[in-house]
């Protein structure tokens, strides 16, 4: 019983080791999304990757993955390192830094936004799957800023 026990366990650690090393050799390709169209060159670009409806666009906790970067010239360009998929992009030209967008009284974007594929927003975000895109190796993604 005793022998049994410790093949087992064998076993499970070296199912483990397996799982992370193929993991680890999982192909990982560089998004790049380019930002142009800021008004000001105020607060910084925010950025969020979904891939799937789950969230999409404003709930960051959501999001597969999220950050920023300074804006520069009137653009800014920030990269992730992500394995084969399909996903999409919002970003936010978020001019007082608090990780959200800011909206008037009556509900309206006081900031600038954007989506993959440069799909415009009417009176809601558009839809995940209008944004969406496959990534099977780099890739780059224009996105131009909208303002309400």
Known sequence: ???FLLA????????????????????????????????NATGRLGAAIYSNANGWPEDLSKALVHDHTSIKNG??????????????????HDENGNQK?????????????????????ALSAPAWQKCSFTLDGDKTVEVALQYK
């Open 75 to 92: 653009e800014a360009t920030i990269q992730f390192k992500l394995p084969a998929g399909t996903y999409s992009v919002a970003v936010l």
């Open 1 to 3: 019983m005793r022998k």
């Open 101 to 121: 967008l800011d909206r008037n009284i009556f509900g309206f974007p006081k900031e600038g936004f954007g989506f993959s594929n440069n799909v415009k927003a």
């Open 8 to 39: 087992v366990l064998m076993l499970a650690c070296s199912l483990t080791l397996l799982g992370k090393t193929q993991a680890q050799q999982a192909p990982a390709f560089t998004l790049t999304i380019h930002v142009t169209g800021f008004r």
